[in-house]
């Protein structure tokens, strides 16, 4: 099986660390992303990743609280594989818990990560999971299969720009896009409409989201990303 091209994030608070590991990885013909703390990952697409790498111990949002929000909330099932100190059974078997694929303790050898990392993609098939049939972070759920958003179980009526404006964000959290690049993605070439048209959509659209409405950022010259709060 050819693994070559997946995508792996590497998630550690130590930036000499990850330089190395992206390196390596690299030259095994990966292709490499890093985040520095369980906040900077959240702002990355998750579940369009491979494999995660991930570090237990970072600030505030620990990495066995990140892996247990992208199981449970946000419904990610990217292969998990932690990198820690921490290396008591009870650690050990919390990971485990919560849907780890594997386990290093550190100080490891570059040798023993990869050839782990290549076990965890071959049993995984090498190959991302089927995206979710839903998009969930906490009460939030953006049911894809019948098109509509869930707020605090009630159903937030949307118009299909509304909703094809959501999905476009929320499945790229981090990523900016401009006006023209949302005008190509939702309307395509079916109608002239103007920059202007997305400003309003945008606007009816935070006005329907709730405490979820400054989730949707604006970059100033730049365009609209999506920024889970």
């Known amino acids: 099986m050819d693994l070559k091209g997946k995508k792996i994030l590497i998630v550690d608070d130590e930036e000499d660390l990850c330089e190395i590991l992206q390196y390596n990885l690299r030259n095994e013909g990966y292709i490499t992303e890093t985040a520095h703390s369980a906040e900077e990952a959240l702002k990355k697409p998750l579940g369009e990743f491979d494999l995660i790498l991930l570090d237990v111990m970072m600030g505030q949002i620990s990495g066995f609280k990140l892996a247990d929000m992208m199981r449970k909330e946000m419904n990610i099932e990217t292969p998990v594989i932690f990198l820690t100190?921490?290396?008591?059974?009870?650690?050990?078997?919390?990971?485990?818990?919560?849907?780890?694929?594997d386990y290093i303790t550190k100080p490891f050898s570059i040798n023993e990560l990869t050839a782990r990392v290549k076990a965890v993609l071959k049993r995984s098939g090498g190959e991302k999971k089927a995206n979710?049939?839903?998009?969930?972070?906490?009460?939030?759920?953006?049911?894809?299969?019948?098109?509509?958003?869930?707020?605090?179980?009630?159903?937030?009526?949307?118009?299909?720009?509304?909703?094809?404006?959501?999905k476009l964000l929320v499945d790229n959290p981090g990523k900016i896009f401009s006006r023209d690049e949302i005008l190509n993605r939702v309307w395509g070439k079916e109608v002239i409409v103007t920059d202007r048209t997305v400003d309003v959509n945008i606007t009816r659209l935070r006005g329907k989201l709730g405490k979820y409405s400054s989730s949707i950022k604006n970059k100033s010259g730049y365009g609209y990303y999506f920024e889970w709060n």
């Open 132 to 166: 979710a049939p839903a998009i969930k972070f906490g009460d939030f759920e953006l049911d894809t299969s019948k098109k509509r958003l869930i707020i605090h179980n009630k159903k937030i009526e949307l118009t299909k720009k509304e909703y094809e404006i959501l």
């Open 85 to 101: 100190v921490k290396n008591s059974e009870n650690d050990i078997l919390t990971g485990f818990s919560l849907g780890a694929d």
